[in-house]
Structure formats: structure tokens, C-alpha cells
Nanobody, 115 residues
Framework: QVQLVESGGGLVQPGGSLRLSCAAS????????MAWYRQAPGKQRELVAA???????NYADSVKGRFTIHRDNTKNTVYLQMSSLKSEDTAVYFC?????????WGQGTQVTVSS
């Protein structure tokens, strides 16, 4: 059974940093595209960052230069390092794998950027 468990969210001041983790079980995440999405209140879910099995990455324009996605194959975990956080980064952040026709989603972790 595939499970993705996100953690690391919380309340942070503007300009601060957070690191989100997505621990995978039931799959080897290095074999698939792994991605982080986010959904703010009243908005559609949007892609934030993704990493392929080969290690290539891509980012939404809004987070380029501030967020970094990386993978620790020994821990079967994908991370999203977020820095220079802005209020508009406030959202629930979800991890997703490309396995299967529609992929698998984690339950999400809340990130709130506020002073």
C-alpha cells in the first residue's frame, strides 16, 4: 500500500524558512516523479516543485530561487526546503507521486506565513 506522509509545516514569520518532508512507503520514490503541490484557501491546487527519477527538477515561477526540492534515497523521503517565505506562500502543502493513472497524494501539511 502506497503511503505518503508529509510533515514539517507550521507557523513562520515572513522571510523565514521551513523544511517539509514527504516520507514514502510502499514505493521507491526515486523510481517516480515526486512533486509538491499547494492549495491556498479559495484557490486551486497548484504545482510548486517536482523532481524526476533522474534528479531533474522544476519549479513554479513564484518559488524559483526560494524553494528547493531534493530527495534522500536512503530515507525514501522527498524534501521541500523553503526560504524567504512570503504571506502568499500560506497554503496546505501536499506531496504526490506519479505512480499509477492518477498518482497518490499525501494528507497535506499546513504552512502559515504571518507576523
Amino acid at each position: 500500500q502506497v503511503q505518503l506522509v508529509e510533515s514539517g509545516g507550521g507557523l513562520v514569520q515572513p522571510g523565514g524558512s521551513l523544511r517539509l518532508s514527504c516520507a514514502a512507503s510502499g514505493i521507491i520514490c526515486s523510481n517516480y516523479v515526486m512533486a509538491w503541490y499547494r492549495q491556498a484557501p479559495g484557490k486551486q491546487r497548484e504545482l510548486v516543485a517536482a523532481i524526476t527519477s533522474g534528479g531533474s527538477t522544476n519549479y513554479a515561477d513564484s518559488v524559483k530561487g526560494r524553494f528547493t526540492i531534493h530527495r534522500d534515497n536512503t530515507k525514501n523521503t522527498v524534501y521541500l526546503q523553503m526560504s524567504s517565505l512570503k504571506s502568499e506562500d500560506t497554503a496546505v502543502y501536499f506531496c504526490k507521486t506519479s505512480l499509477g493513472p492518477s498518482g497518490y497524494w499525501g494528507q497535506g501539511t499546513q504552512v502559515t506565513v504571518s507576523s
